[in-house]
Nanobody, 122 residues
């Protein structure tokens, strides 16, 4: 079994910063990629940023230059540093991981955490 736990969400004023963490645990052999997604009320879940095992990153246009994704492969942990936050960044942020288990299995769509709330006030 694989579990992902997000932390670091909270309430912040516009222009402020938050750092999210995602720790993966369980029967993990390796993680090819990890990513952050977000979902605001009434909207579909959208990609925020992804990072591969090799360190390649990808960002949504709306967060480029403000957010930075990183990972610590030894700890099976991903981070999202969010700077210059805007009210439109308000959403539940979810972590996703493309995990290869110790028995060599993968899951279509990867594994998901339960989310952490980020609220940015005006």
């Amino acid at each position: 079994q694989v579990q992902l736990v997000e932390s670091g969400g909270g309430l912040v004023q516009a222009g402020g910063s938050l750092r999210l963490s995602c720790a993966a645990s369980g029967s993990i052999f390796s993680i090819a990629a990890m990513g952050w997604y977000r979902q605001a009320p009434g909207k579909q879940r959208e990609l925020v940023a992804t990072v591969t095992n090799g360190g390649s990153t990808n960002y949504a246009d709306s967060v480029k230059g403000r957010f930075t994704i990183s990972r610590d492969n030894a700890k099976n942990t991903a981070y999202l540093q969010m700077n210059s936050l805007k009210p439109e960044d308000t959403a539940v942020y979810y972590c996703n991981a493309n995990v290869i288990t110790i028995i060599g299995a993968t899951k279509v769509g990867g594994y998901w955490g339960q989310g952490t709330q980020v609220t940015v006030s005006s």
